[in-house]
């Protein structure tokens, strides 16, 4: 989607909402499975590769009910067609700026063409866009991660976090679901080491918040903050 001093313990090293994909250039393994629903279907919802727009917008959901975002500035990393700003404009939180960035740029052309007020969507390759980790106070990540291993992720939550301004919110499979791994198929996703990612976020900041009491246990989200919230 900020002045917290931390010690960091991963830096940026890669590129996780990416490259303007062409024929010139080999997909990240973390964009393949994007790539290929955005070649079968285009820049729709089903190129997101969510299984249901349900369960997209109880995720965001959460996300509001753990932030007020009236009046920030979001950077939504991973934005796919321009959904949670759509959402957060359906639900009339006036939010001061929105910039959502994506590697493919056919969900960009799609998320522009939604003419959302006060957002704008880009194809961004954030490594070479550095700048793009700076001047916004929240950075949300909403399914983006799913496709990435539990370390590329972190770096990246890491990375957000040094540089925004009041913190990061995202989510992400939880191995703490008491499901049997035998019996579900999540690829390309997988599931992250719960307890790992909350030692890590505590490693940043103490004020963190964690929920997963919504789709019974499969799905958790994390809120990492430089400030604790007033009361």
């Not at 939504?76 to 404009?89: P, R, T, V």
């Not at 959302?116 to 961004?124: L, M």
Request: proline share 3%.
């Amino acid at each position: 989607m900020q002045s917290l001093n931390c010690s960091c313990p991963y830096t940026l090293g890669f590129s996780a909402s990416g490259i303007n994909m062409s024929s010139e250039h080999t997909t990240p393994h973390y964009l393949q499975p994007y790539q290929d629903a955005v070649d079968k279907h285009g820049g729709t919802f089903e190129a997101t590769l969510w299984r249901s727009k349900e369960g997209q917008v109880l995720r965001f959901e959460v996300f509001t009910r753990e932030i007020d975002f009236t009046n920030t500035s979001i950077l939504d990393i991973g934005c796919g067609i321009g959904d949670f700003a759509a959402y957060l404009e359906q639900k009339k939180i006036e939010f001061k700026s929105f910039i959502g960035i994506d590697a493919i740029q056919e969900m960009i052309l799609t998320a522009n063409e939604r003419a959302i007020k006060n957002a704008t969507f880009k194809v961004t390759d954030i490594l070479k866009s550095r700048s793009m980790l700076s001047h916004y106070d929240w950075a949300v990540f909403s399914g983006t991660l799913n496709s990435m291993s539990q370390d590329e992720a972190m770096e990246l939550i890491s990375n957000s976090f040094q540089a925004c301004n009041v913190g990061v919110a995202f989510n992400f499979l939880s191995n703490q679901s008491w499901r049997d791994p035998a019996t579900e198929d999540l690829r390309p996703a997988s599931r992250f080491n719960t307890l790992e990612l909350l030692k890590i976020a505590f490693s940043l900041t103490p004020n963190v918040s964690f929920t997963q009491t919504y789709l019974h246990g499969h799905d958790g989200t994390i809120v990492l903050r430089k400030h604790e919230v007033p009361q």
